[in-house]
């Protein structure tokens, strides 16, 4: 059926004819403008919201940066039947005015990316549309912009936690050396996991991405009614190449300015890869990714073998070209939407338990998994210096993906815990 897509900035509104059907009425916080789909988050919650606004009437509130997200408002129609776009300027990062923001916000009793995503604006643009009493539940996507509806509880909500947030502080401050970081990092860890506890309490409902999500927001933080939504992966667009991988390449995909990735590519980049390039100096590393930052380019500089590409359109001719995916995530949480990809493109996947964290994959079938450096570097090489073996393990995390993870799964688990929510 046909319906309206009612665009609005800041009052300022324009339509266009989109199809879709209206059932339940979702007020929808996703606070950053979802296009162009260039992180792991806003892949996942744009295929979901795809899939409801299917079957509901769906109204998006977002963050919208005039001159970086404008090319993309034609995009919206894909995922919503209105849209509500709350004018705001994104401020550069890795700046002396962003470490002086954050020293600023570390002292505040919630934690930097809370304080960081709290808008009076949004705030106020989320409680107009919960007054008009139009919608049947409001849905905030990923914890930390959760502070924006406080003020609103005429709605069921439902907090869609794309990762125990509390988990990443906490093992940033594990992983710490400077005792200076060590007690920031302990500090946003305490402070984020008492904020987590008291949301997860709060909002009516929680939806979690992996087994493992769900048990510990449920035994942890006292979740009382936790929905699974497994992630899925578009099997069509990500699929095995015709051509054949460069047998030296190597190959990490993410969104470059989300700490954990930057950390993870210091990580190989100065433990692992090295000790590769001692026993095949041909091994290259290609990072591929939006906004990396200057402290990561300028101390993998030193790293012979490492090409740092930034945003792309497109991450697939990269995947294409890499003979082994690597994941050596040290900080994290939640399930892996780069490993799903590279899963559905055939290829051989080398992580950490962390960086699969919540995948339901087996070690030495779909793919291979090393903790430390040197047992690492011997997964890799191992796969490297034989191409059945990648062959095989490639083959085997395809025929996974294909057969157990759709995006029209994860859609319809995410509709009925909208569906159970607004029931209440």
Not at 118 to 144: G, I, K, M, N, W
Not at 191 to 208: D, G, I, L, W
Not at 384 to 411: H, K, M, N
Not at 416 to 424: E, H, I, K, N, P
Request: glycine letters at 6%; charged letters at 25%.
């Amino acid at each position: 059926m046909s319906a309206t897509v009612s665009v609005h900035l800041n009052g300022h509104a324009r339509t266009a004819r989109i199809s879709g059907h209206r059932g339940l009425r979702v007020l929808f916080l996703s606070q950053r403008f979802l296009y162009p789909l260039d992180s792991g988050g806003r892949i996942r919650t744009a295929k979901i919201l795809e899939g409801l606004k299917k079957m509901f009437h769906v109204t998006l509130v977002s963050q919208v940066d005039p001159g970086k997200d404008a090319p993309y408002l034609g995009e919206v129609d894909r995922v919503a039947t209105e849209f509500h776009g709350v004018i705001w300027r994104e401020r550069p990062k890795y700046t002396a005015r962003f470490y002086l923001r954050v020293l600023a916000r570390a002292l505040s009793p919630y934690p930097v990316t809370v304080a960081n995503d709290y808008s009076p604006a949004l705030a106020a643009t989320l409680e107009r549309l919960a007054a008009e009493r139009r919608h049947d539940l409001l849905v905030c996507d990923f914890l930390q912009p959760s502070l924006n509806v406080r003020g609103i509880d005429a709605l069921p909500t439902l907090l869609f936690q794309h990762n125990v947030e509390s988990m990443i502080p906490r093992r940033h401050f594990e992983a710490a050396a400077h005792p200076l970081l060590k007690a920031f990092w302990w500090s946003q860890w305490r402070k984020m996991r008492r904020f987590e506890r008291a949301q997860c309490q709060r909002f009516t409902s929680v939806a979690a991405v992996s087994d493992v999500d769900k048990d510990t927001l449920e035994r942890e933080f006292g979740a009382r009614r936790v929905f699974l939504v497994p992630t899925g992966v578009d099997t069509h667009f990500f699929r095995p190449a015709e051509s054949a991988p460069d047998p030296s390449a190597l190959v990490f995909t993410g969104a470059m300015d989300w700490l954990p990735n930057e950390d993870a590519m210091l990580f190989f980049g100065e433990a692992i890869l090295p000790r590769i390039r001692e026993r095949r100096p041909d091994v290259t590393l290609t990072i591929v990714g939006r906004n990396p930052s200057p402290r990561l380019s300028a101390r993998l500089a030193a790293h012979p073998g490492i090409t740092i590409t930034g945003r792309v359109d497109d991450i697939r001719p990269f995947l294409a070209q890499a003979a082994v995916y690597v994941i050596p995530l040290r900080i994290g949480g939640g399930t892996r939407i780069k490993a799903f990809e590279a899963m559905a493109m055939g290829k051989p996947v080398v992580s950490t338990p962390i960086g699969v964290e919540g995948l339901r994959v087996d070690d030495g079938l779909h793919l291979v998994l090393a903790r430390e450096p040197e047992a690492f570097a011997d997964a890799v090489l191992g796969l490297l210096e034989s191409p059945e073996r990648r062959q095989r393990v490639g083959s085997a995390a395809r025929a996974l993906v294909e057969r157990e993870f759709s995006w029209d799964r994860a859609a319809s688990a995410f509709a009925d815990a909208c569906l159970a929510t607004a029931a209440r």
